[in-house]
């Protein structure tokens, strides 16, 4: 490899062609290429160490709240979706179905599972007996699939990859506690891992999980002004238990239905990490979750490359001991520049140019990735300085992002106002009826929804009374709803 194809590191500006960047980045940045079947994904090993690292800090935190895995089959029978109806509605046109094993045609036709509410209902109705089971906390990391006329990598595609929570409680009131815990816990991971600001609230009853009593929504702002929801947690009330049987006794000796929960956040969060805090250059990973935190580049000439190696794998093995993710770039048969180039693109946060005068002097050159200048470390002063430094780029990413966020949400009061914002990309704020008719039509007039309404104390939470920005009606909400076009 030479300079020569230093050129693959060149992105489409995100002024120019937002979509076209995102695409260029995913693939030149190698964290996912596309698959031979079609609408799905393949990721690779720098996408998938960004996904071991979202496993890794969410897993930790659901068994911390008393929660166990478990691992359910790939296929449910179609009757099973078709015992609640408005899942089935909700699922029918996003379903994989199986009716043939080999050249034999199924008596009951499976689905490849879309989410697994249904079996996992089943399963609780035979595991089920007294109040002193209860509660159920359950989830499981695994794949789903859903059909996607058009396809996105890692935001939308035909099969993704997820954790999915499943919880069943005696009462209404320990399933809305779960259902907030796990809204409440996905903010905290999105603020404090991923540097994403995002607003959480309830969905308008257009824009719930099919076949749920609330759901909850966190939503974050991408670059191109787009919102992506980020994660969602839903209380499904008895739906699910009474389609499934799933009773216990109670102390009162009789017989009730459980109050059921589910939550998830899938692989679309990188796809979010990516157009929250990328640039021109590519990638910008928030220190708290970049697979690589610090890179070493030593400066190199023939004569000088062993000595050069070793004093590199000497500070990074120092970094390391003091809890840091360290990378040396050994790469033969490439310029610096075009080291540089790639790191950049990938968007690890710190990098370290080690050369030998650089080793003379006591020195090193560091290079933030959020910055344009580089600074000049005494190599004793290196791992202190390494600790507050990727402190300060996890916050400067953050506070960039809801920057970003806040300029870009506008509050109107006419419907004029409303179109004229939404279609220079902004969010909206603005009071609405709640009518599933009005939402359909401003859908179709500006492809705008509601997102979220914020809940109390959130950002943009305020409460206040107004009239509908479309049809003058009371607002449902008590306050103003997020609207904007989404992904």
């Known amino acids: ?29 190698d964290l996912a290429d596309y698959s031979p079947v079609r609408g799905s994904m393949v990721v690779k090993p720098y996408g998938s160490a960004i996904w071991e690292r979202i496993q890794r800090w969410l897993d930790d935190r659901f ?5 166990e895995s478990l691992l359910f089959p790939t296929l449910i029978p179609m009757n099973f979706l078709q015992k609640e109806a408005q899942h089935v509605e909700g699922f029918a046109p996003e379903l994989f179905t199986v009716t043939k094993i080999g050249t034999e045609a199924l008596e009951e036709p499976y689905v490849l599972r879309p989410t697994s509410e249904t079996i996992i209902g089943h399963m609780w109705s035979q595991w089920l007996n007294s109040y002193r089971d209860l509660p159920f906390l359950h989830y499981q990391w695994g794949a789903v699939f859903r059909a996607e006329l058009r396809t996105k990598l890692f935001l939308r595609t035909a099969e993704f990859y997820w954790h999915e929570g499943h919880t069943a409680h005696a009462t209404q009131e320990e399933a809305m506690a779960e259902t907030m815990q796990q809204l409440d816990l996905y903010h905290e991971f999105c603020r404090d891992v991923l540097a994403l600001p995002v607003i959480r609230g309830p969905k308008s009853a257009s824009e719930r999980f099919a076949g749920a009593v609330e759901t909850f929504s966190i939503e974050g702002m991408m670059r191109d002004g787009k919102a992506l929801q980020s994660g969602t947690s839903h209380y499904l009330g008895q739906n699910f238990a009474k389609a499934f049987d799933v009773k216990f006794q109670g102390s009162d000796q009789k017989e009730h239905f459980v109050h059921t929960t589910s939550w998830a956040i899938s692989s679309r969060i990188i796809g979010a990490l990516i157009m929250t805090h990328g640039d021109d250059k590519g990638l910008q990973l928030p220190p708290n979750i970049a697979p690589i935190q610090v890179v070493v580049v030593p400066v190199v000439r023939k004569d ?32 610096n520049g075009f080291k540089y180039n790639d790191w950049e693109l990938k968007g690890v946060p710190v990098r370290i140019e080690l050369g030998p005068r ?100 959130e950002l943009f939470g305020e409460r206040e009374e107004g009239v509908c920005v479309h049809t003058g009606k009371p607002s449902a909400y008590g306050k103003r709803a997020i609207f904007g076009r989404q992904y």
């Open 304 to 335: 000088n490359a062993e000595t050069m190696y070793q004093e590199a794998d000497k500070l990074a093995a120092e970094l390391r001991t003091n809890g840091f993710r360290v990378k040396v770039d050994k790469r033969e048969g490439v310029s």
């Open 358 to 457: 650089d080793l003379e002097a006591g020195v090193v050159v560091v290079k933030n990735r959020n910055a344009d200048a580089k600074e000049t470390v005494a190599r004793m002063d290196v791992v202190a300085y390494m600790g507050l430094r990727l402190d300060e780029i996890q916050q400067a990413l953050y506070d960039r992002a809801l920057s970003f966020l806040q300029e870009n949400t506008v509050t109107v009061d006419s419907y004029e106002e409303f179109k004229t914002a939404i279609e220079a990309g902004k969010w909206v704020r603005a009071f609405h009826c709640g009518d599933a008719e009005s939402e359909a039509q401003i859908k179709e007039d500006t492809k705008a929804t509601v997102r979220n309404i914020p809940l109390d104390g």
């Open 1 to 29: 490899m030479t300079d020569a194809k230093a050129s693959q590191f060149g992105v489409t500006p995100q002024s120019v062609d937002f979509n076209e960047w995102y695409n260029e980045v995913v693939v030149k940045a």
């Open 63 to 67: 068994k911390e709240t008393g929660h």
